[in-house]
């Protein structure tokens, strides 16, 4: 049965209570500015003045071994749409506790303006759940299974749904080898305009002021803001 919306919206709430607020400057940043969409859910961006590798928390790239076409055409479309999304664009990071991963990229919860942009990924179709809380994994869960059904994203093709292979939640992504990471743009050539912040378009807050639910049809309810629980609780 396709889950409604009211219990997306249930699963939304919950999620707010997962991911606890930054209670400093060290648990978010921006504005900053993509330069460059490296895959489905790795960009790099201009992070105060410096260049930084940024990856998606809580969700891949889903992997579809394709015998006839491999990974490249089901890769590349992700990539496109992460692109559609934030490349170019001014966007807002939250961290979880440990802001790095193993090979030095930031993992973040990532915003454009009101727009949960890991969220969007996996509703539109082209990403999948990579966390391993129960309740992020079977919010995120919600979203991939609407896209199935509806036939968006990577999921439009029968190939892709016959050949997708799952991933345990919190394998270590070393998806960045083997992938061109150099960087051939230049930090932002300007400032960002006042409604780059989130949520308000004009507060110089920041994520604190994002609406605890989006009204953009992109994300389909997927935008959320952090709220503070006083949890230490890390999630891939």
Known sequence: MRPTWGWVLTALLIV????PAPASAQRQAGPAYVTRVVDGTTLYADVDGRMEAVRYLGVRVPHIEDPTYGFTPYDVAA?????????????WLVFDREPRDEQGRLRAWVWRDTLFVNGALVRSGWAVNASTDPQLAEYFGTFETAARQDGR?????PRS???YRPVPPGTVDNDMDG???????????FGPSRSATPGTGSSPS?????PNLSSSPMSGGAGYAPRST??????R
């Open 230 to 235: 006083g949890s230490t609780r890390t999630v």
């Open 79 to 91: 990539r496109e749409a992460n692109r559609r999304l934030v490349q170019g664009k001014w966007i």
């Open 153 to 157: 994203g990577l999921w439009r093709s």
């Open 161 to 163: 749904i016959a050949y």
């Open 206 to 210: 920041g994520p604190a002021n994002i």
């Open 179 to 189: 992938i061109d990471t150099r960087v051939f743009s230049a930090p932002a050539p």
């Open 16 to 19: 707010l209570a997962l991911i």
